[in-house]
């Protein structure tokens, strides 16, 4: 096992994860998350349902609840049912035995149909108590939900690790990546590049770059690039509005004081050694004309 991140494409993640990169789908990744991973992809799978529709979109649900709490009930809705009567709304009752889910949260949590007595039941009986929190993880399948099958809402009970698979053998995960100044993209648990920059040092050049740029848009507001060498410690040698580059030297739009500002922005990201396969061009939005 691995610590990673992976995303589906641009439609879900990146997430935090470990993962044997040997255990694979089609290809495909089967990661395991940590709770706060899953909480992100909860609300990710949720935004998706509410955009695209349910009917074509898994959904990943978090339900909170204490290990002293009493048996709760929890209605889950989807979208409308195709298969159903008129107006029909999919949805599914899980109850939750807390007592238990340290235990085995495969069987303390069962998710049923949400009938009326469900419904009911899950109004009466909020999750309550003091002790220590414990949390239900449901992977409901609306499509499959819809065409009756009674296999497309399951519980996702942690590993020994107290990680949750979600979508493992099933899902496309597949490698978040990283970067390089040079240009070259690394899964995200590489950490160096083959030219010598270092994943930390990619992942603080791109948080350095906005403020790079604010300080040369105070002079100059069209600048969208600079060119930023690193034979030594970091220093920017050229900046370019567009196309056009602009003059450094006196009679330009900058000071010494102001790249000098720039360059120490540089540093504080990228520290004061030499980094290979310099120089490096460092790109940001230009400023509103």
């Not at 979208?79 to 235990?103: F, I």
Request: overall charge negative; glycine content about 10%; charged content about 25%.
């Amino acid at each position: 096992m691995i610590e990673t991140r992976v995303c589906i494409d641009d439609t879900l993640g990146p997430f935090d994860c470990k993962l044997d990169p040997a255990n694979r789908w089609n290809g495909w990744l089967s990661p395991h998350f940590p709770l706060d991973s899953a909480r992100r992809l909860s609300a990710q799978t949720l935004r998706m349902a509410e955009e695209y529709g349910y009917d074509c979109t898994d959904t990943i649900h978090v339900i909170e609840g204490r290990e002293d709490s009493p048996d709760t009930v929890h209605i889950i809705e989807g979208g409308p049912s195709r298969h159903g009567e008129e107006d029909e709304v999919l949805a599914v009752a899980v109850r939750v035995n807390w007592r238990h889910v340290d235990r085995d949260a495969g069987r303390a949590a069962t998710v049923t149909e949400a009938t009326p007595q469900a419904r009911k039941a899950a109004r009466r009986r909020k999750p309550g108590g003091r002790g220590a929190r414990r949390v239900v993880i449901v992977h409901i399948r609306w499509m499959y939900l819809d065409e009756g099958s009674d296999t497309a809402a399951s519980i996702v009970a942690p590993d020994d690790e107290g990680l949750y698979s979600i979508g493992g053998w099933e899902w496309t995960w597949h490698f978040a990546s990283w970067w390089c100044l040079c240009g070259s993209d690394q899964d995200w648990h590489v950490l160096d590049c083959l030219c010598g920059v270092t994943r930390g040092q990619a992942l603080a050049l791109k948080e350095a770059a906005p403020r790079v740029g604010a300080i040369l848009r105070r002079d100059a507001p069209g600048a969208t690039a600079a060119l930023f060498e690193t034979t030594t410690a970091p220093r920017i040698v050229t900046v370019v509005d567009g196309a056009t580059e602009l003059d450094l030297g006196e009679g330009g739009p900058y000071d010494t004081e102001t790249l000098g500002e720039a360059d120490a922005v540089l540093r504080a990201a990228l520290g004061s050694g030499p980094i290979e396969g310099g120089p490096h061009w460092l790109r940001f939005e230009p400023a509103a004309r």
